[in-house]
Antibody, heavy 124, light 110 residues
Framework: QVQLQESGPGLVKPSETLSLTCTVS?????????WGWIRQPPGKGLEWIGS???????FYKPSLKSRVTISVDTSKNHFSLTLSSVTAADTAVYYC?????????????????WGQGTLVTVSS | QSALTQPPSASGSPGQPVTISCTGT?????????VSWYQHHPGKVPKLMIY???KRPSGVPDRFSGSKSGNTASLTVSGLQAEDEADYYC??????????FGGGTKLTVL
């Protein structure tokens, strides 16, 4: 059973950078699949932030692209999210998840394993 | 890229069928067969219910089914059960390595 666990600060100041890590257990990231970050602001719906392949190839939501970086460390079997210049609008529960797509061309086939989610609040 | 359009709410009585729609454009839902549906109970982790329009992951009850016509995808729950009460989200590949979600539908079992 693949397990994912998000970690990182729960409080970030406005204009600073949000950083989260997703540690994967019982599956090697280097074996394949795409790995993604999704968030849910309080009282709102799910929003895809971006995804990364084992090779390090990344795909980002266009409106967030200028502020987002997703990276992977296969030696530690984790992938990370950084979001710069945060505002209160970035307050959300952040989830990491595995996409069933295992091909070399990104064709999302659904996130089948999810982390528990971590609440990140942007506030001074 | 705009979010996909879902009705804010849907409801049905136990045992009855209910369908939730997810409307996009020819650039996302209508252009690709990569529509997924998620069930999300508040405070819990989203669960994949349908992928590639109509495929069901192992363990998902067969009363959940997905379909697509033109730019609109649909999730049908036949034989509603109390535990089906949750928020449901659709998502679709939108080309250019982009993924979009719907705004979500709150399903109430009357």
């Amino acid at each position: 059973q693949v397990q994912l666990q998000e970690s990182g600060p729960g409080l970030v100041k406005p204009s600073e950078t949000l950083s989260l890590t997703c540690t994967v257990s019982d599956y090697s990231i280097s074996s394949g699949y795409y790995w993604g970050w999704i968030r849910q602001p309080p009282g709102k719906g799910l929003e895809w932030i971006g995804s990364i392949y084992r090779s390090g190839t990344t795909f980002y939501k266009p409106s967030l692209k200028s502020r987002v970086t997703i990276s992977v460390d296969t030696s530690k079997n984790h992938f990370s999210l950084t979001l710069s210049s945060v505002t209160a609008a970035d307050t959300a529960v952040y989830y990491c998840a595995r996409d069933q797509d295992s091909g070399t061309s990104y064709r999302p086939k659904g996130f089948d394993y999810w982390g528990q989610g971590t609440l990140v609040t942007v506030s001074s | 890229q705009s979010a996909l359009t879902q009705p804010p709410s849907a409801s049905g009585s136990p045992g009855q069928p209910v369908t939730i729609s997810c409307t996009g454009t020819s650039s996302d839902v209508g252009g690709y067969n990569y529509v997924s549906w998620y069930q999300h109970h508040p405070g819990k982790v989203p669960k994949l219910m349908i992928y590639e329009v109509s495929k069901r992951p192992s363990g998902v009850p067969d009363r959940f089914s997905g379909s697509k016509s033109g730019n609109t995808a649909s999730l049908t729950v036949s034989g509603l059960q109390a535990e089906d009460e949750a928020d449901y989200y659709c998502s679709s590949y939108a080309g250019n390595n982009n993924l979009v979600f719907g705004g979500g539908t709150k399903l109430t079992v009357l």
